[in-house]
């Protein structure tokens, strides 16, 4: 049936057709409608001009408006809020230059433009010259500067505008609030309520969103109860608020009764529900919800699947994350930038970096949070030669790196012993000024100074800091000291650490460790003795496996675990069999002044053997053995490993505070230097347009290669 059928000369609801079209982004649909209508008013002109722009084509909205026969001021500032919607400021100048007859909504729609576009001193050249003002020309100035940054500016015009209104009141309150003065806008709040103003649900949100921001409990509670009295219970966006609110002040309880007092179809409900539990460490709950929010047919976006896989991330199960992750490519998120960057970091946390660097290939507008992301799971993983052509591409289009790309890229070297990189990118980005280097970058490279040897050298980097080291730069100096057996750079450090914080456990810890290591066991009583003394308590080292989503923990020597008998039986006969390969146990390792023999079974019964003994009988032939570890591993239980995961024939991922270790077959690595190469050619080639060969030997022509940590 044909358009004509439905909009004849003399049908009456012609216009109604041309509206629906309209709504529904149909331009093409409505433009035929509208050349069918024989004298078509300046009202219907106007709502073409504004469908155009409305869908980016500024330039039929152009031609349309040149065509109109007579218009009026409704036409004028539709063409003009046109050309600013579609982001060309100097046309919408141009017009509003040659309007005849400006009105208050075209000086104000202006002003708004300027203010969008970063142009303040313009905007305010405009707002003097207005003729009349009225109260929606003063909110619009305040909320442009509030956009800009110019919190002073705002503050200064709200309070000697002639006339204010409730919108005014909650551009003040959301703006300072956005520009980090949450409890200014907080007092604000209580200003208005003082003066009379009834508020809005919009500053309602904007006032318990200061609240959560700076954990006021007590005026976010009075906010509940102004919402109730005003009858404003069942608005899902305060809903959302509400329960965002209790969740930052860990009033979980509260957070999760909000939201049972009504049946919620807007996802910023349980969205708010998702994030609140994962912040307060209930990542169970989190996908529990999530759940039941599939299941009731509300359908997640983006900021759902994210704090879902961040619950994921904090479960460390990378079986629950894929199932997210499915879900995901199901309804059409597989290439969304935030929820790719979170699927990068849960990937990389749970020990598959590959599946990391695939997520991250197939975003199709990576942001610097994505190219950070994966640059750091590479390092995290010992993949440095991709951290580094990573890094390399992100240069090559145009993204600018920031502390966090600096972190990721001195951790890099630092994890493959690549020494002059690491000097290489200090004293570019030292020297660069794009951004402070704070402490934490000079910790990172003093770790990269320490694994190579270098202590000499890392000692008078932080000597010659341009600020005061912290105890966090001097731990990594001390924690060199304990791989390279330095004794007298390691004193120096651990009086420096206990100078500034006297009770800090991993420095005594590793000071000890280092005498123990030397078999000064003197020394290693007298640090023990300081500890006792200062009531410092030694972390245990512990590592756990998850396995359908419940939680195995092991500590060194336990014997707690209900498979304690088949775990030992295991270790046993690991025992064996290291033996036939040639293992020796490295008994520098075990810190007890014991026995050789109680030495070598301390080193056999350490946490993370435990653990990989628990998942050898506890899973299938094949499968990969995943363990986290809350401290550092011994160099005695690398090797051993090394070893076990070529005599079980098993790849085993092992994260200890520093890294992932990646065992397969008596190697070490996630990613050999070759594998990287190909990836990283691959990725360069296939996505970026370079040619295979050329990638290559860009990459190979480096004179360090990446090395596994031994």
Known sequence: MGLMSYATLNDPNYKMLFSDYLRNKRVDEAREVFDRIPYPNVYLYSMMISGYARNCRLGDALKLFDEMPVRDVVSWNSMIKGCLDCGDLSKALEIFDNMPGKNVVSWTTMIHGLMLFGEVEMAEILFRKMPTRDVAAWNSMIHGYFSNGRVEDAVSLFEVMPCSNVISWTSMIGGLDQNGKSNEALALFEKMMCSGFKPTSTTLVCALTASAKVLALNSGVKIHGQIVKLGYSFDEFLSASLITFYANCKQVESACKVFKEKLHKNVAVWTALVTGFTLNGKPENALEVFRDMMKLGVLPNQSSFTSALNASCGL?????????????????????????????????????????????????????????????????????????????????????????????????????????????????????????????????????????????????????????????????????CRNHSNLDVAERAAR????????????????????????????????????????????????????????????????????????????????????????????????HDVEAEQKEEMLSYHSERLAIAFCLVSTAEGDTITVMKNLRVCGDCHSAIKLIAKIVGRKIVLRDSSRFHHFSNGDVGQLTWCNQVVIAAEFLAGKEGFGLIVVIMEITSRPEKAKARN
């Open 316 to 480: 460390e199960s990378p079986d629950k994350g894929k199932e997210i992750h499915s879900t995901a490519v199901k309804l059409g998120f597989e290439t969304d930038v935030f929820v790719g960057n979170s699927l990068i970091v849960l990937y990389s946390k749970c020990g598959n970096i590959s599946d990391g660097i695939s997520v991250f290939m197939r975003i199709s507008e990576k942001n610097i949070v994505s190219w950070n992301s994966v640059i750091m799971g590479c390092a995290q993983h010992g993949c440095g030669i991709l951290a580094l052509t990573l890094f390399s591409r992100m240069m090559r289009v145009g993204v600018e790196p920031d502390e966090i790309t600096f972190t990721g890229l001195l951790s890099a070297c630092s994890h493959c012993g690549m020494l002059q990189k690491g000097k290489g990118f200090f004293k570019f980005f030292s020297e660069a000024k794009a951004f402070e280097v704070k402490r934490e970058h000079y910790a990172c490279m003093v770790d990269v100074l320490g694994r190579c040897g270098k202590l000499e050298e890392a000692e008078e980097l932080v000597r010659n800091m341009p600020f005061e080291a912290n105890s966090t730069v001097w731990l990594a100096l001390l924690g060199a």
């Open 496 to 591: 420096n650490i206990f100078e500034l914080e006297p009770h800090c456990s991993a420095a005594y810890v590793l000071l000890s460790n280092i005498y123990a290591s030397a078999n000064r066991w003197s020394d290693v009583s007298r640090v023990r003795m300081m500890m006792k003394y200062n009531g410092v308590v030694k972390q245990p080292g512990s590592s756990w496996v998850t396995l359908k989503g419940f939680r195995h923990e092991f500590l060194s020597g336990d014997k707690s675990h209900y498979l304690t008998e088949k775990i030992y039986k295991k270790l046993d006969w690991l025992g064996i069999k290291l033996k036939e390969c040639g293992y020796v146990p490295d008994q520098k390792f075990a810190l």
